[in-house]
């Protein structure tokens, strides 16, 4: 017998729909399905209709809560739409999450998100250029130490990455400032064979889930938008699945990020 945490009835209901083989799963929330972004920060955020699984997943981990990436799995697996509903208005249509989807090339973001409490840490390599084994002995610290990292950029001499400063902790879990900065320092001294450490903390991730064949297009207009808001970006990074484009920004610029580019993105004011 096991607890499960977040998210738990959505993965029983998406397991017995495999088990089942349903036609389609239905997750009753509090909202109509996913919205554009976080309606707390954009008052008039859309409803998005129809998302991919791989669409959901980047969302989900990277700030928005409507439904947890393991509670797919089960579905994705068999190939099973999962619909999510709400509860208080059930007439909603709500957001369908599929296999695939055709993408509109007018309007090719799908969603915007936000991961605040983000540390970034900025690893410079102090061996010779072209010296091999930098980037293994910087995620071997990291395995041994049992953190996880959110975005990576990377040179041959250096490699930027983020940590989720709630995460930022000891076995017991705590989050407190001293913890975390005990932490920095068990990194730093982990770290300090073969690199110069730096840490930057209240930093957040602005993700843009978007389609593949217009992601140039998305962040040429994206940059313009952080440009005409005076907004700094401080590292980008494209995830493998190629569905997401993600970038830094201080967390106290982050809302006014997000409500620039949904402006430039859902509102028809584009500004390339």
Not at 152 to 169: K, Y
Request: with cysteine; proline share 4%; hydrophobic share 45%.
């Amino acid at each position: 017998i096991t607890t499960l945490g977040r998210g738990g009835s959505d993965l029983t209901a998406s397991v017995l729909g495999a088990a089942l083989g349903v036609d389609e799963v239905q997750v009753w929330k509090d909202v109509d399905g996913i919205l554009s972004t976080d309606p707390r920060v954009v008052k008039h955020a859309v409803h998005v209709p129809l998302v991919t699984f791989e669409e959901a997943s980047e969302m989900a981990y990277f700030g928005a809560k409507v439904l947890h990436p393991i509670a797919m799995q089960p579905a994705m697996r068999m190939n099973i739409p999962v619909r999510v509903k709400n509860s208080y208005n059930p007439t909603h249509p709500g957001t369908a999450i599929t296999s695939s989807r055709e993408v509109n090339s007018e309007k090719p973001v799908t969603a915007l998100s936000i991961k605040r409490g983000v540390t970034v840490v900025d690893i410079v390599s102090t061996r010779m250029l072209g010296a091999y084994g930098f980037l293994a002995e910087v995620f071997k610290v990291f395995a041994q130490e049992k953190i996880s990292v959110d975005m990576i950029a990377s040179s041959e001499v250096s490699v930027s990455l983020t940590l989720d400063s709630a995460r930022l902790a000891n076995k017991d879990m705590s989050s407190s400032t001293a913890t975390r900065e005990s932490r920095y320092e068990q990194l730093e001294a982990a770290l300090s064979e073969v690199a110069n450490v730096s840490f930057t903390s209240q930093k957040a991730i602005i993700s843009i889930v978007t389609a593949l064949p217009r992601s140039s297009w998305v962040l040429a207009n994206a940059m313009a938008s952080m440009v005409d808001a005076g907004i700094d970006v401080e590292m980008i990074s494209q995830g493998a699945s190629k569905y997401n484009i993600s970038f830094i920004v201080p967390e106290s610029l982050a809302e006014k990020a997000i409500q620039r580019l949904h402006a430039a993105f859902f509102e028809d004011a584009a500004c390339v």
